[in-house]
Structure formats: C-alpha cells, structure tokens
Nanobody, 119 residues
C-alpha cells in the first residue's frame, strides 16, 4: 500500500488549502484514514480521521470547526479541507491508513506535504 499526499503550500492566515492523499496498491475502502502533522521541534500529532465508510469522523480540538476530512473511495482519495488557517497550523502533514474499521492503529504512512501559514 502506497500513500501519496499533496496539496500543501504557502498561504496567508485566514486562507484555505485542500490536501489530498491518493492510496494505491489496495482499495482505500479497506482502511480507516487519518491525517497527522508535525511542526519543527514537535512530535507528530493527530489532526483528523475518518472511518472506512465515512460514518465517523474525528478531529483534534485544535482544528475542530476549521478542518474537514472526507474521502472518495471510488477515486481512492482522502481529503483534508483546511479553512481559516492559522500560523500554528504550519507543519508537514501526513496521511495514514489503518486496517481497522474506524480508527488506528496506523499501518501505513505517506511521505508528507508542507503547509506554511504566514501571519
């Protein structure tokens, strides 16, 4: 299973970005999916997760109400819509796949995409 994340970039505070994660090697509907991020000097942290059938979504408190995770199983893609971005959202964002139905543990990881939010 390979995960390819994309969509990062430089944006001003208050702006929006949409990250994409394309899954190949096995059907994405076999996995719960998640997004994580790691800022310089900090540990990797959970951002958002979605169950196999999209029936459940999970968010960290820091992004709840601003970020939305979704998936298109037909396109083997998971998205993270990020609105009202803040400088503290600056990080490398990673997508991950879990063989469980709803959430973790995370078995596969993508390579990461950089998000930089300027003030």
């Amino acid at each position: 299973v390979q995960l390819q994340a994309s969509g990062g970039g430089l944006v001003q505070a208050g702006g929006s970005l949409r990250l994409s994660c394309v899954v190949s090697g096995r059907t994405v509907s076999s996995y719960a999916m998640g997004w994580f991020r790691q800022a310089p000097g900090k540990e990797r942290e959970f951002v958002a997760g979605i169950s196999r059938d999209s029936s459940r979504t999970y968010y960290s408190d820091s992004v709840k109400g601003r970020f939305t995770i979704s998936r298109d199983n037909a396109e083997s893609t998971v998205y993270l819509q990020m609105n009202n971005l803040k400088p503290q959202d600056t990080a490398v964002y990673y997508c991950a796949a879990s063989g469980s139905r709803y959430y973790g543990p995370w078995d596969y990881w993508g390579q990461g995409t950089q998000v930089t939010v300027s003030s």
